[in-house]
């Protein structure tokens, strides 16, 4: 069923007394916005967060910012450069991204690398990647990636209960933009906290398994029981109400579809993890001004409290995440140290000349600094020896000198 012009300014008067812009976006995403790109949680307790979205653009220094600086170049006290800082940087257009593909090294996605060190001089490596969904060099990093950033919250919820939210067709277009999906998610995500729920997290998929439809739905993953059909029910129902307006429903014969799940074992709740934090538009041709639009936006969003210590283990080929987990607490892998990070990219080319160990996501462990040795060789000139040191005398009567020692009865 398609609706008509007068149809679809009616709907949009209507989304906009969904209440979607009475909550100022400001103030609603500038907090999670640091705390993502930090990786430090600073919201009030029970508060929201959300993990580094793709990132933005439109920034006042130059795109060739990163090149222009000398790596070797000291850098002035104050001038304060962050992991996010060059990320961003990174987000630039598809037409930039070739420009600099052209150049030796620099801006290409992966091309530039972050090195952290322990108290033991072990190092390790970080390649800095674009974020971008429909990336193809960094896809499989941004997908571990993800996944380690939310583990870290959601090993804390066991058993897991996995809500999908899909929206009629006929509502998708004005869905096309970023700040509506934003206020959407906070609304599920009050709705939820105000019902009870403790733990949180929405992320939106934009497409659907096959791409090329706007199909925007918004997964949710939280604590709370199993809900009996009658609750379950009374739950859809909540959140319809909440997301479209009745009157909306009721003029395009349709309703929000509401899928319901519990995972109760290790591998269910990995299986959700992976599938919800997967990238759902991989292909930016499927719609270019929507991943323009989309640039800044945070898409994984954590709600309520996350003070528990982890409910359940990752098995089997899943425990490779446990590194990850550990380099994102700021520790080292292997040597269970604090590790600092360096703030100065270098290119990721002299980082691979040193056979780096992949452990995924993008994180590389590095053989460890090799120290100078603690009394420095002095290459002395024969002439300088004294006339007793054997080094002075002539090879023939080294050997000599060798024979008669070994000759020598030992006692
Ligand atoms: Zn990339």
């Not at 070739?98 to 108290?119: E, W």
């Not at 009745?246 to 993890?273: F, P, Q, V, W």
Request: charged share 25%.
């Amino acid at each position: 069923m398609s609706i008509g012009r007068a149809g679809a300014d009616y709907l949009k008067c209507n989304l906009s007394g969904l209440s979607l812009l009475d909550h100022p976006l400001s103030r609603a995403e500038r907090t999670p916005e640091v705390v993502a790109v930090s990786g430090v949680y600073r919201g009030r307790p029970g508060g929201e967060e959300s993990s580094p979205g793709i990132p933005r653009t439109n920034l006042s220094s130059p795109p060739t910012a990163v090149l222009t600086e000398t790596i070797d170049t000291p850098k002035k006290p104050t001038q304060k450069i962050t992991p996010a800082y060059y990320l961003d940087y990174e987000a630039t257009s598809p037409s930039t991204l070739i420009f600099n593909r052209q150049k030796p090294y620099g801006k290409m996605c992966g091309s530039l690398c972050l090195i952290a060190q322990d108290g033991d001089e072990n190092q390790m490596g970080k390649r800095l990647t674009c974020r971008r969904e429909w990336c193809n060099d960094c896809g499989v990093i941004e997908h571990r990636r993800r996944i380690a950033r939310v583990l870290d919250h959601l090993l804390q919820i066991c058993p897991m209960s996995y809500i999908v939210i899909t929206f009629p067709l006929e509502v998708r277009s004005m869905m096309r933009d970023p700040k509506v999906l934003a206020v959407l998610g906070k609304k599920v995500r009050r709705l939820l906290r105000k019902r009870g729920y403790r733990k949180l997290f929405t992320r939106w998929h934009f497409f659907g398994e096959h791409g090329e439809k706007y199909h925007p739905h918004l997964n949710v993953l939280c604590d709370g029981e199993w809900l009996a059909p009658e609750q379950l029910a009374d739950l859809k129902d909540l959140i319809r109400r909440k997301l479209l307006p009745r009157s909306i429903a009721k003029t395009i014969g349709k309703d929000l579809d509401i899928r319901y799940a519990y995972r109760r074992t290790n591998k269910e709740m990995m299986h959700t993890i992976k599938y919800v934090t997967k990238a759902s538009f991989t292909d930016i041709t499927w719609d270019e001004p929507l991943a323009n639009a989309l640039y800044g936006f945070h898409n994984g969003c954590f709600a309520g409290f996350w003070d528990d210590p982890p409910k359940w283990k990752l098995t089997g080929t899943d425990k490779k995440f446990n590194a990850l987990l550990k380099v994102r607490k700021g520790i080292h892998p292997v040597s269970g140290k604090p590790i600092k990070w360096n703030k100065e990219p270098i290119p990721w080319a002299l980082v691979e000349a040193q056979n780096p160990v992949d452990i995924g996501g993008g994180y590389y462990l590095l053989p460890p600094i090799r120290s100078p040795p603690s009394s420095p060789v002095r290459l002395n000139s024969i002439s300088e020896l004294p006339d007793s040191d054997e080094r002075k005398h002539p090879n023939a009567i080294r050997r000599g000198i060798a024979r008669a020692r070994l000759a020598e009865p030992s006692d």
